[in-house]
């Protein structure tokens, strides 16, 4: 028996494909303004992957980023490269990298806390106490930090999650999103064999559906209109019109008069959240995840949820979801890749952009391919 240390073995470096120098990135030159240009590629920090972004899904937040209505914000100034909705493959890893190598295939997540605020060492990275401040390490990539329109971009691992094989990367660009309905029914709980309704079956809303059947729920009721609401078809088990009838009653009819057990607001529209107060049951649980606009103020019936003790829960972005989405989404278990209706390459962003806002063709999400579509 030797007593020699043994020896740490050398490690490989293993191949590299080749990684250009310049890179096609849809750069947002000003308001409404953008053309596809060369930048240079990023090169990752210490703690940062190089990743070929092999598919980026159109947010609900783009076209409002794009248009520049939150310029000062988000993005802080043009340019920039938006996007954060986003799978690909790793090209490059920087020097402390040691869980993930060149090849592997991952998805994003757009927040990246700084790491060592309260709200960071609470776990809850998303309300970073140091957003926007880069110096603290804090990125919200897409929004602060340039996205993933591009063919190349530099992520830190806290913001990737591997991803298997025989999930395609159009499929896994919806990660992200999925991850936002996860968060709010980690918040929210689901009741097993109860009913859920939810308020705007766009993408937010589809997912939430499936993933609220998942989660045990034995009756999901999707409140919406048509063309949008005819889609949710598949993912619920009953659709009301909220411009036909009065979506309130509706509810409570279809649930005995009782309520619902949770109600997930997911359009963000003026109204809906007085609507989901009083479509969800006694002690019953609201997620909002809908994006209002800044100036929709609700009238909510103060007294009447203090003495029913509805909770309400708002909610940002995925934390700690991403994993358990992706692991739903292998197993067959959550199905996202029919909500995927349209794929264009980056060039044709503008035709992309165009057809997710104006809703055209039956879209429900579009996913750009900055490197071409997977083979
Ligand atoms: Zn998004
Ligand atoms: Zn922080």
């Known amino acids: 028996m030797s007593n020699t240390i043994p020896k740490t073995p050398v490690p490989v470096a293993p191949e590299t494909p080749r990684i250009p120098i310049m890179m096609d990135a849809l750069v947002l030159t000003g308001p409404s303004a953008f053309e596809v240009r060369k930048e240079p590629v990023p090169i990752p920090g210490p703690d940062e992957v190089l990743c070929k972004i092999r598919g980026v899904a159109i947010c609900g937040s783009d076209p409002e980023i794009v248009r520049g209505d939150l310029i000062g914000y988000w993005p802080p100034a ?8 986003w799978s690909g493959e790793i090209v490059a890893v920087g020097r402390d990298v040691s869980t993930f190598k060149v090849g592997d295939r991952v998805a994003g ?26 110096e603290t390490g804090h990125r919200h990539y897409g929004f602060i930090n340039n996205g993933a329109y591009a063919q190349y971009n530099a992520y830190s691992i806290k913001a990737i999650k591997h991803i298997p094989d025989h999930v395609s990367f159009r499929e896994a660009a919806l990660v992200d999103t999925a991850g936002v309905t996860a968060h709010s029914m980690d918040q929210t709980g689901i009741t097993m064999g109860g009913t859920v309704a939810v308020i705007g079956p766009g993408p937010i809303g589809m997912i939430a559906m499936r993933l609220a059947r998942v989660l045990g729920a034995a009756k999901v009721i999707a409140v919406g209109r048509n063309p949008r609401l005819e889609s949710a078809k598949g993912s619920a088990d009953a659709l009301v019109d909220f411009s036909k009838h009065d979506p309130v009653e509706m509810v409570r009819a279809m649930t005995g008069g009782a309520g619902v057990d949770e109600v997930f607001e997911c359009s963000g529209a003026k109204g809906t959240f007085n609507q989901a107060v009083r479509m969800v049951r006694r002690g019953g649980r609201i997620g909002l995840l809908g994006v209002p606009k ?30 358990r989405i992706i692991s739903l989404i292998s197993s067959g278990k959550l199905v996202l890749k029919d909500l995927v209706t349209h794929c264009f390459p980056l060039e044709e962003f503008g035709t992309a952009l165009e057809t997710f806002v104006g809703r055209k063709d039956s879209v429900m999400k579009v996913v750009i391919e900055p490197n071409g579509p997977e083979v």
């Open 78 to 85: 043009f340019p920039f490269i938006a996007g954060h909705e």
């Open 109 to 134: 997540e757009a927040h990246k806390g700084c790491g060592f605020c309260t709200r960071c060492l609470e776990g809850r990275y998303n309300l970073c106490q140091n957003y926007a401040k880069h």
């Open 294 to 323: 800044k100036d929709v103020i609700e009238e909510l019936p103060f007294a009447y949820m203090v003495a029913n003790e509805i909770s309400v829960y708002g909610s940002k972005a995925n934390p700690h979801v991403s994993e």
